[in-house]
Nanobody, 119 residues
Framework: QVQLVESGGGLVQAGGSLVLSCAAS????????MGWYRQAPGKQRDLVAR???????NYADSVKVRFTISRDNAKSTCGLQMNNLERGDTAVYYC?????????????WGQGTLVTVSS
């Protein structure tokens, strides 16, 4: 099993910055891709950014120039640096991990951390 714990959410003014962190535990060597998704009230959960084990990244268009995802494979952590935050970034942010263990694919989610951007 892989467990994910997020930290770093909170309240920030528009234009400000926040850093989210995700720590994985368990069979972390089986993780291939880690990522961040977000879900605003009344909306579906959408991809924000993800990063492969080799460091290949992809981002949602809405955050591409403002957010940076990073990963430390040795520490089994994944971070999301969020700059120039907008009110539209307000959401619960979830860490995600996908991988393969014993020949089976898996997907795990963290409990979520709330980011609120005020005007």
């Amino acid at each position: 099993q892989v467990q994910l714990v997020e930290s770093g959410g909170g309240l920030v003014q528009a234009g400000g910055s926040l850093v989210l962190s995700c720590a994985a535990s368990g069979f972390t060597g089986s993780i291939n891709t880690m990522g961040w998704y977000r879900q605003a009230p009344g909306k579906q959960r959408d991809l924000v950014a993800r990063i492969s084990k080799s460091g290949t990244t992809n981002y949602a268009d809405s955050v591409k120039v403002r957010f940076t995802i990073s990963r430390d494979n040795a520490k089994s952590t994944c971070g999301l640096q969020m700059n120039n935050l907008e009110r539209g970034d307000t959401a619960v942010y979830y860490c995600n991990a996908e991988g393969v263990r014993l020949g089976r694919t898996f997907e795990r989610w963290g409990q979520g951390t709330l980011v609120t951007v005020s005007s």
